[in-house]
């Protein structure tokens, strides 16, 4: 999978979020392991976005480890 896949499954969970996987508590790294990613994959994959990720911006200049 690419980096611009991954991205493109993180958009579509987000637009999916409030109406398929709110209620089941399911995280995007439960959905990426349930479209068939390893969870090794998927840490990889994360971390490589981590500075890209918009929601990531934080106004009171916490560090989120």
Do not use: C, V
């Amino acid at each position: 999978m690419t980096q611009q896949e991954f991205e493109q499954h993180r958009q579509t969970w987000i637009k999916e979020w409030s109406d398929k996987w709110r209620l089941l508590d399911i995280d995007f790294e439960m959905y990426m392991i349930m479209k068939g990613m390893a969870p090794e994959e998927y840490r990889t994959m994360n971390e490589a976005s981590w500075n890209k990720n918009e929601l990531i911006d934080d106004e009171w200049g916490e560090t989120f480890i």
